[in-house]
């Protein structure tokens, strides 16, 4: 069974762009999360998507936003980046809403620089 | 409000020696507990977690974690250290009731040949 894909893989945009990510969770799994990674702030949970719904967000202001498909792909979109956008976004699937605290499956990410 | 500690940014065993990666964290309900790894260049991997049951918890690759609830700590550890556990290790905390994980800032694991 294939794993949780992310593309692109890497990306360099500048300040005052926005950028469109994409996550393919496994096949079968309905939740997506997503996660902000960087070398100062750490791992930060951004949203979580089960059937096709936003069910929980972190503290991000609304520059990040995101959607879930009827297939259960995930897209996420930053708009006016600012140099501070510049991270690793994971994504991660489950079977289940994060609620039920199903094991997560992440992707590789994909890594944002904002110049 | 939730939050996790890992004690040591880096932390060097030699190999076959045991490793012992420290995290704390802070809960006003009973918490799930987890740790992950992350290999170079790649997402997260669970390692273990803890929901309720017993407080010794056994994961992938010889890991395992004890949940102590008077220590509010629940420490990784490995018996026997392998060059391939050479990663970054993240613990994080996810309170019963509340939909969100919060993750340690990680702690880097070198392993001494």
């Known amino acids: 069974k294939a794993g949780v894909t992310q593309t692109p893989r890497y990306l360099i945009k500048t300040r005052g762009q926005q950028v469109t990510l994409s996550c393919s969770p496994i096949?079968?799994?309905?939740?997506v999360s997503w996660y902000q990674q960087t070398p100062g702030q750490g791992l930060q949970f951004l949203f979580e998507y089960f059937s096709e719904t936003q069910r929980n967000k972190g503290n991000f202001p609304g520059r990040f936003s995101g959607r879930q498909f009827s297939n259960s792909r995930s897209e996420m979109n930053v708009s006016t980046l600012e140099l501070g956008d510049s991270a690793l976004y994971l994504c991660a699937s489950s079977l289940g809403p994060f609620e039920v605290r199903e094991t997560q499956y992440f992707g590789p990410g994909t890594r944002l620089l904002v110049l | 409000a939730q939050s996790v500690t890992q004690l040591g940014s880096h932390v060097s065993v030699s190999e076959g020696a045991l490793v012992l990666l420290r995290c704390n964290y802070s809960s006003s309900v009973p918490p799930y507990l987890f740790w992950y790894v992350q290999y170079p260049n790649q997402g997260l991997q669970l390692l273990l977690k803890y929901t309720t049951g017993a407080t010794l918890v056994k994961g992938i690759n010889g890991f395992e974690a004890e949940f102590k609830k008077s220590e509010t700590s629940f420490h990784l550890t490995k018996p026997s250290a392998h060059m391939s556990d050479a990663a970054e290790y993240f613990c994080a905390v996810s309170d019963r009731g509340k939909d969100k994980i919060i993750f340690g800032k990680g702690t880097r694991l070198h392993i001494l040949p």
């Open positions: 096949s079968g799994h309905r939740s």
